[in-house]
């Protein structure tokens, strides 16, 4: 409406620009329609605003609820495909398959980890029924599919943690176990090097543990449910690669079961 004050002001008084005075405006100068159009305009739009209020209120409860959706990609498990889950002090590295090695810098515990899962006399390697791949930022989970059971194996490792997790949510319809497997590799990162080392079975922590002879580095790979575990060993007749350790019976249903590998550069005494 400032565009027209000009020409209304002249229109009002028309020796305004000659006469060098100005004419103060009182109330009644401006037409009364003029002043009931603008008080209607106005009541509308505070009518039309207090029913925008009205409608939005209880819709903003519900936006505030709702959760933000997850970050995660999904796609078909490529099994040439390399997978690394890694974090500030610990790594999983490995394929698609469910294949991999752990490090807790600087140490190497193992390689060629992997699970078999037994169902009545049958024992199905993972990685043939490795399915799809769902990444997050802070973890990976293969999913592995069978006839009659499902399981999720999620790899993660703690943010400032020496250590990582392995989480296993099984789904099955007739009894299954999980047996983990992976060869010792216990070292540290090229180019330094241990001495003599070995593992050891500990059925009170449910657990491999993993030392050296200056009693300097050590690590530890186990589970709560753990139980009948193999400890690999070379002799002039025969051999076993592999340490292995089974995580309990599945009945028909859901349930989890979880591996924990941890190092330490304090000798054995972290684990106690």
């Known amino acids: 409406m400032l565009e027209f004050a000009p020409a209304y002001l002249h229109a009002g ?20 329609s003029s002043c009931s159009v603008r008080s209607r305009y106005l009541q509308r739009i505070f009518v039309c605003s207090s029913l925008l209020a009205i409608c939005l209120i209880p819709a903003l409860p519900t936006a505030a609820q709702q959760r933000s959706p997850e970050i995660q990609l999904t796609r078909t498990v490529r099994t040439w495909e390399f997978l690394p889950v890694v974090g500030a002090r610990a790594g999983l590295f490995g394929y698609e398959t469910g294949d991999f090695e752990a490090w807790v810098y600087p140490l190497k515990i193992f390689r060629d980890f992997h699970l078999i899962f037994h169902i009545g006399d049958r024992a199905l390697p993972a ?7 769902t990444v997050r930022p802070e973890s990976a989970t293969l999913l592995y599919a069978g006839d009659n059971f499902r399981v999720r194996e999620t790899l993660s490792i703690p943010a400032n943690e020496p250590g990582a997790v392995i989480l296993l949510e099984i789904e099955t319809e007739q009894p299954l176990e999980v047996e ?17 080392t070995f593992v050891n079975w500990d059925s009170a922590k449910h657990a491999f ?3 050296e002879e200056t009693k300097k580095f050590a690590a530890l790979v186990g589970s ?12 002039n007749y025969s051999l076993a690669n592999d340490n292995s350790m089974r995580l309990g019976v599945v009945q028909k249903g859901k349930e989890t079961r979880a591996i924990a590998i ?9 684990f106690v």
Request: charged share 15%.
């Open 262 to 270: 941890a190092a330490s550069v304090n000798g054995l005494q972290a």
């Open 224 to 235: 709560p449910t753990a139980g009948d575990a193999h400890v690999a060993y070379q002799t």
């Open 209 to 211: 543990l993993f030392g």
């Open 180 to 196: 983990a497997l992976f060869t010792p590799d216990f070292q540290l990162e090229w180019p330094a090097a241990l001495g003599g």
């Open 13 to 32: 008084n028309r020796d305004f620009a000659s006469s060098g005075t100005v004419q103060a405006f009182s109330q009644r100068d401006i037409p009364m």
């Open 127 to 133: 990685e043939s029924l490795a399915r799809t791949l």
